[in-house]
Structures are given as structure tokens and as C-alpha cells.
């Protein structure tokens, strides 16, 4: 497969592939080893103008969070096929305009998953030990040495809400410390070590001395955590959110706090965040006793950049060379294991009755066997990958892209 390119770039040319932000240099490195690329890597985040300057060629974009890829930036890129978001989120580009186009658009949600779910677990440890609240003082030049509310993890019970990517992390880790682990989730999840899923929110916070926030932001999880269910926590137990900072109720959170319901909380995620490290940050939690608050830095380490640069990488390398979507945030989601001997065809177009029989029509119009098909369709859209025998025509490209429903066809080499 690492021979395979496509056809869109001028004969005998080079793949290219522009990655800027400062990427970590890993993204690079898979690039030229994965296959003939040309790379091109700059530090900054060009304006729009400049952008559009910067694209001639480009087939593979790759951007990290400052970038923003509008309408205009793709309308100048024909021959983009491909933006990369070495992030969490894709909110920077312009998801509808590059769907319409054709252009692939993956990110990286899960490479932090581990990050979060190891600060989580400090975290219990420093709440258990009010040792963040410790620290400050001393800072302040106070010596408080007391054993007061201070507390082992061991056995207790921690309560994880959201059992997706990053809760079962964090349930292996606090088992490993000897806590028990219960869990919450809206689906029903297969249970890694002796955590037990429990029927609903409240069997939750009436069972755990720590609760941890990992869901992600919905009409159902907005202010899931509010008054009446911070009052249904145990007395003394403490409220961890690393997750977003929708979930939680912070006017009621203080309230818990102060009345000394809760003996503390740790939170990343707020609902108002600064945008930059310009500007300031206010909450009424600031200045709470045994509160430990951090900058939404849960998933922010050198392996989740790294993971980032290797997972976003290969999810491309793996679209360019094979077609592969696996991961896609707005394409169907369609991959076939290569055919030898094979010509592929990889046709995005959109979702209208009939396509498939026009495309295998054209296909047998010239005589040749069809080896295999994979098709998926997602709002609007679908996306084929065909793989027909070797004989086929390269002419078949223009054919089908002049069917009133393609959107964007390739052809790779097999
Ligand atoms: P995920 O999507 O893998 O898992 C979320 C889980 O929550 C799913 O199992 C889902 O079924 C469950 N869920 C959804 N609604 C629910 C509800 N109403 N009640 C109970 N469970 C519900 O997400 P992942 O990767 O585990 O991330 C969790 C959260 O952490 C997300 O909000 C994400 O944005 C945030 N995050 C925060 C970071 C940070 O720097 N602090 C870094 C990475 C992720």
C-alpha cells in the first residue's frame, strides 16, 4: 500500500503535505518514512490571506488549534484532499465547507485519555491529603502540619460518571491504589477490573467518598451535577471535574463547599475559560478551602502532543495511501483491506438513490470485473472504495466525477 498515491497530484510529483504550528516533529518524521511526500513545516498560524498563499499544491493540511480553515481557505486548495487537526476538536474548520468538498477532515480526541486519567488520580491523593490546600500555605510562609481530614484512598470508593475512553483509566489506576471503583454511564459498559456499573446517577453519589466528572458536554450532561445532586454525595466526600465545565453547577459546588457538605473539589474545566494566558480568571471557587484548581490542563503532556502527531498522522497516511476513513470526523467512515492486482477507486459523492448502480454501471460499461466494494453513508454524504481488476481504464475517474452526484474520486495504484 505505501506505494499508493494519489493521482490528483501532477505526474511524477510528490505528495504535499504542509503541516504548521509547530506540529510535533514526529508527524513529519511518519510522513517521510510512510511514503514519496514532500514535507513542508512552519512554526506559525497564518492569517486567512496568507494561508491561501501557502496551498498551491497542498493535498494534506495539517493545523493544530489556531488555524482556521473557512470557506475561502478551501475554495483556494482544489487539490487539498485532506486537513489534519493535531488536536482534540475540529471546531477551527469550517466542517460543512470541506464535507461539500470532498476534503477529509481527522483529529486526535483520545491520544490525552491517560494524561486525564493520571492527574485525576493525583488529584484524589491531594484532595485526601489536603495537600494542595497545605502547600499553598506554606507557600504563605504558614507550617500546618495536621492529620485533620487527612485520609488514606485505600478502600475507599471512588465514583467514576462516564465510562468511556478516559473513565475505565482512571477506575485501573484508582484499583491499583486498593480503591473500590463504581461507575455511571448512559450505556451499558463492559466493566474493566472489579469495577461494577451501578444502576443510576444516584446510586452513585450515595456509594462514593470521590466522584470524578468524565462526560462530555450534551443537553443531558449540562448541569448534571447541580444542587440537589450535590446534596445526595456523602457528607465529607470530595467532587473531581476534568471533564467540561458545563457539567457542574458552580454556584451550588460552592455552596457544598462552604456549608462543609463536601470536604473538597478539584476542577479543570470551568464554564467560563480565558482565552489566552493574557487574560484573567475569575470564579467564586478561587480561594475555597482544600479546592484544587488547574488551568484545563488535564490532557496537556509531551506523550499526548506526541500521540497526537503520530495518531493524526497515520489516520492520513492511511486516507492517502488506501482511503481508509476510519476515524474521519466528517466523511463516512469506510475501509477495505487491499486486493492484489487491483486498481482502486475511491468515490465520495453525495448520498442520492441510485449512485452505486451508475458507478458499477461504468465500471462494467468498459469491461471489467468488479473484486470488491465497501460503502458507507453518513448525513448526505457517501463514500466508496472499489477495488476492480487492473485493466480498468484511469479514464474511469472523469467518468464518474462527471455524474451530477460526485463530489470527489480518486484513483490509487495498487
Ligand atoms: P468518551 O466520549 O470516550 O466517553 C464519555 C462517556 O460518557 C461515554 O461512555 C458516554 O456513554 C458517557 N455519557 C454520556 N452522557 C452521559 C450521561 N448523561 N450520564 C452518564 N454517562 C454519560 O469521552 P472521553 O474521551 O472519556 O472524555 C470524557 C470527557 O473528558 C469529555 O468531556 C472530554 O471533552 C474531556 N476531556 C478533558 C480533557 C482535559 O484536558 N481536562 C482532555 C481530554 C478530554
Not at 461494577?196 to 462526560?215: G, I, K, P, W, Y
Not at 480565558?274 to 480561594?287: A, E, T, V, Y
Not at 482502486?344 to 453525495?350: A, E, P, S
Amino acid at each position: 500500500m505505501r506505494s499508493r498515491l494519489s493521482t490528483e497530484s501532477s505526474a511524477g510529483e510528490a505528495s504535499a503535505i504542509l503541516l504548521l504550528e509547530n506540529i510535533h516533529p514526529v508527524a513529519a518524521e511518519s510522513f517521510r518514512a510512510g511514503g514519496d511526500f514532500r514535507v513542508e513545516t512552519t512554526a506559525g498560524s497564518p492569517r486567512e490571506d496568507e494561508l491561501v498563499g501557502m496551498l498551491g499544491g497542498v493535498q494534506v493540511l495539517g493545523i493544530r488549534s489556531k488555524t482556521r480553515i473557512t470557506d475561502r481557505v478551501l475554495e483556494a486548495a482544489p487539490q487539498l484532499i485532506a486537513v489534519g487537526c493535531f488536536c482534540i476538536g475540529t471546531d477551527q474548520v469550517d466542517i460543512e465547507a470541506a464535507t461539500r468538498r470532498g476534503v477529509a477532515v481527522f483529529n486526535a480526541p483520545f491520544s490525552n485519555t491517560r494524561s486525564v486519567a493520571e492527574l485525576t488520580i493525583a488529584e484524589v491523593v491531594m484532595l485526601a491529603r489536603r495537600a494542595a490546600q497545605r502547600s499553598m500555605e506554606l507557600h504563605l510562609g504558614r507550617w500546618q502540619k495536621s492529620a485533620a481530614g487527612c485520609m488514606e484512598v485505600r478502600r475507599k470508593t471512588i465514583g467514576i460518571v462516564g465510562y468511556g475512553h478516559i473513565g475505565p483509566q482512571v477506575g485501573l489506576l484508582g484499583e491499583a491504589l486498593g480503591m473500590k471503583v463504581v461507575f455511571h454511564d448512559i450505556v451499558r459498559k463492559l466493566a474493566l477490573g472489579n469495577a461494577r456499573q451501578v444502576a443510576n446517577l444516584d446510586e452513585l453519589l450515595e456509594l462514593s467518598d470521590f466522584v470524578t466528572m468524565h462526560v462530555p458536554d450534551t443537553v443531558l450532561t449540562r448541569g448534571m451535577m447541580g444542587r440537589e445532586q450535590l446534596a445526595r454525595m456523602r457528607p465529607g466526600s470530595y467532587l473531581l471535574n476534568l471533564s467540561r465545565g458545563s457539567v457542574v453547577d458552580i454556584v451550588a459546588l460552592c455552596e457544598a463547599l462552604r456549608n462543609g457538605h463536601l470536604a473538597g473539589a478539584a476542577l479543570d474545566v470551568f464554564p467560563e475559560e480565558p482565552n489566552s494566558s493574557r487574560d484573567p480568571f475569575q470564579s467564586d471557587l478561587c480561594g475555597l478551602d482544600n479546592v484544587i484548581l488547574t488551568p484545563h490542563i488535564g490532557g496537556s503532556t509531551e506523550e499526548a502532543q506526541r500521540n497526537i502527531g503520530l495518531e493524526v498522522s497515520g489516520a492520513l497516511l492511511d486516507y492517502v495511501q488506501t482511503g481508509s476513513s476510519t476515524g474521519c470526523a466528517n466523511l463516512p467512515e469506510v475501509q477495505m483491506p487491499e486486493i492484489a492486482d487491483s486498481l482502486r477507486v475511491l468515490n465520495i459523492h453525495k448520498d442520492v438513490p441510485g449512485v452505486l448502480s451508475r458507478v458499477n454501471g461504468l465500471v462494467a460499461g468498459m469491461g471489467v470485473n468488479i473484486k470488491a466494494q465497501s460503502y458507507h453513508t453518513r448525513e448526505g454524504i457517501g463514500y466508496l472504495i472499489m477495488d476492480a481488476e487492473r485493466t480498468l481504464s484511469r479514464a474511469i475517474a472523469g467518468e464518474i466525477a462527471a455524474l451530477e452526484s460526485n463530489i470527489r474520486t480518486r484513483i490509487l495504484n495498487g
